[in-house]
């Protein structure tokens, strides 16, 4: 294996963004050379192949990642540094150019959107060590789990992202899908009875619309549902949403977005570094925008688990409040 830790490796998922990922490659691939980058580069295949791309990568000696794509794409890559066991987690470097259609997860961190400005970053490599979060769920009734970088939901917030991906299976696409599939929801999710503990104590027994698990602030396409998360503190933010008419949900809907989503009387907040959440009957998990099984669940939190590039401001601010 020959190791060279300044080596870059990227992977890109062509149908990204609507196909942005493949169409866009040559001028981002463009943008890198002139920056001074010339990475090894593969292209996703089929769903989860980011996972078998991450761990061949670094047992291949890579210790630097640029993950050309969206959220799922994220998520994908930080299981696969996660199922490799060539080295620590942290001895991989994780960056983006974001192509997805979210991309929630760059707003935490500042990453522009511009590919020239994302690539600076890069080249910068201002690093932070976020948490990651590990969850069990169940899917045709066997125990599975999964390593989540960004925001968990769970009932409606699942359900709707069920919703959105179907119809992005349609070949429907747009900004706006994301908002459109919530409102049709709206109407159709009933709250569902929910018991959550944190760290072993229960903090609910009650009638739940939504719980929203954060590492990161952001899900959803700019939804502020963790408007309080901080992505180091060893902490999961829990937001919940205690039973609601749907026609509260939609007075209220700017409150999703505006990260005052806690004056909402029905909302509560609470902090963790284990969750576990049960109900009857089950109801449906989605991380980091991808649909996964059903209760009941369990996270438990790694601190400063993975190196991200981050923008300078995100760590100016970071290293300010801490």
């Given at each position: 294996?020959?190791?060279?830790?300044?080596?870059?490796?990227?992977?890109?998922?062509?149908?990204?963004?609507?196909?942005?990922?493949?169409?866009d490659?040559?001028?981002?691939?463009?943008?890198?050379?002139?920056?001074?980058?010339?990475?090894?580069?593969?292209?996703?295949?089929?769903?989860?192949?980011?996972?078998?791309l991450?761990?061949?990568?670094?047992?291949?000696?890579?210790?630097?990642?640029?993950?050309?794509?969206?959220?799922?794409?994220?998520?994908?890559?930080?299981?696969?540094?996660?199922?490799?066991k060539?080295?620590?987690?942290?001895?991989?470097?994780?960056?983006?150019?974001?192509?997805g259609?979210?991309?929630?997860?760059?707003?935490?961190?500042?990453?522009?959107?511009?590919?020239?400005?994302?690539?600076?970053?890069?080249?910068?490599?201002?690093?932070?060590?976020?948490?990651?979060?590990?969850?069990s769920?169940?899917?045709?009734?066997?125990?599975?789990?999964?390593?989540?970088?960004?925001?968990?939901?769970?009932?409606?917030?699942?359900?709707?992202?069920?919703?959105?991906?179907?119809?992005?299976?349609?070949?429907?696409?747009?900004?706006?899908?994301?908002?459109?599939?919530?409102?049709?929801?709206?109407?159709?999710?009933?709250?569902?009875?929910?018991?959550?503990?944190?760290?072993?104590k229960?903090?609910?027994?009650?009638?739940?619309?939504?719980?929203t698990?954060?590492?990161?602030?952001?899900?959803?396409?700019?939804m502020?549902q963790?408007?309080?998360?901080?992505?180091?503190?060893?902490?999961?933010?829990?937001?919940?949403?205690?039973?609601?008419?749907?026609?509260?949900?939609?007075?209220?809907?700017?409150?999703?977005?505006?990260?005052?989503?806690?004056?909402?009387?029905s909302?509560?907040?609470d902090?963790?570094?284990?969750?576990r959440?049960e109900?009857?009957?089950?109801?449906?998990?989605?991380?980091?925008?991808?649909?996964?099984?059903?209760?009941?669940f369990?996270?438990?939190?790694?601190?400063?688990?993975?190196?991200?590039?981050?923008?300078?401001?995100?760590?100016?601010?970071?290293?300010?409040?801490?």
């Amino acid at each position: 294996m020959n190791i060279d830790p300044e080596r870059w490796y990227a992977i890109v998922n062509p149908v990204a963004g609507s196909g942005k990922g493949l169409t866009d490659w040559p001028l981002i691939s463009k943008l890198l050379r002139d920056h001074g980058i010339v990475p090894e580069y593969v292209f996703t295949e089929r769903k989860y192949h980011a996972i078998e791309l991450a761990v061949e990568a670094v047992n291949k000696g890579f210790r630097k990642i640029i993950v050309v794509g969206g959220d799922g794409t994220i998520h994908e890559v930080v299981n696969g540094i996660f199922i490799q066991k060539a080295v620590p987690t942290q001895d991989v470097l994780l960056s983006v150019i974001a192509v997805g259609t979210g991309n929630d997860w760059i707003r935490m961190f500042g990453i522009p959107r511009k590919y020239s400005e994302a690539i600076r970053a890069i080249v910068d490599e201002y690093s932070f060590l976020q948490d990651v979060g590990t969850i069990s769920y169940y899917k045709s009734n066997y125990k599975q789990s999964r390593y989540m970088a960004n925001v968990a939901g769970v009932g409606f917030d699942a359900f709707v992202n069920r919703k959105f991906n179907h119809l992005k299976e349609e070949g429907k696409r747009g900004k706006w899908l994301y908002i459109w599939s919530t409102l049709k929801a709206v109407m159709r999710y009933a709250s569902t009875g929910v018991k959550i503990y944190v760290d072993d104590k229960m903090v609910v027994n009650d009638l739940v619309y939504s719980a929203t698990i954060g590492i990161g602030k952001f899900n959803g396409g700019g939804m502020l549902q963790t408007p309080e998360a901080i992505a180091d503190d060893g902490l999961f933010d829990l937001t919940i949403i205690r039973r609601m008419n749907p026609f509260k949900v939609l007075y209220n809907f700017k409150v999703l977005f505006n990260g005052r989503i806690y004056r909402l009387p029905s909302t509560s907040l609470d902090r963790g570094r284990k969750i576990r959440i049960e109900s009857s009957p089950e109801i449906a998990l989605e991380v980091d925008g991808e649909a996964l099984g059903y209760s009941p669940f369990e996270f438990e939190i790694i601190d400063k688990a993975i190196k991200v590039v981050v923008a300078k401001r995100f760590l100016e601010n970071a290293t300010k409040s801490s």
